[in-house]
């Protein structure tokens, strides 16, 4: 079983930055991890994801301003973000997959908030 742990939102004005990051427990090869958002009365949606051979797939409307990474040693993705909008307000869960003779299983963190005024 695989347990994701989530830090490092909170509440920054716009043109602010922050850091979150997720570790993950267990020992189990992830074949991605990232993050996904969701806000008030929105569908949650992908923010960005680096895969295991380090290729990332990022939503377009955080394109240039947000940087996924990730320490395979440690088993922790980051998600470093820069010139923060209003419109990046929300709870911002970690996510990975690992993928077995059983199938896909995903991962869920319990989320964090991030809240950018203006």
């Known amino acids: 079983q695989v347990q994701l742990v989530e830090s490092g939102g909170g509440l920054v004005q716009a043109g602010g930055s922050l850091t979150l990051s997720c570790a993950a427990s267990?020992?189990?090869?992830?074949?991605?991890m990232g993050w996904y958002r969701q806000a008030p009365g929105n569908q949650r949606e992908l923010v960005a994801i680096?895969?295991?051979?380090?290729?990332?797939n990022y939503a377009d409307s955080v394109k240039g301003r947000f940087t996924v990474s990730r320490d395979s040693a440690k088993n922790t993705v980051y998600l470093q973000m820069n010139s923060l909008k209003p419109e990046d307000t929300a709870v911002y869960y970690c996510?990975?997959?690992?993928?077995?003779?059983?199938?896909?299983?995903?991962?869920w963190g319990q989320g964090t908030q991030v809240t950018v005024s203006s």
């Open positions: 267990g020992s189990i090869r992830l074949s991605a």
């Open positions: 996510s990975a997959y690992s993928i077995g003779w059983s199938g896909r299983h995903d991962y």
């Open positions: 680096v895969m295991s051979d380090s290729s990332t």
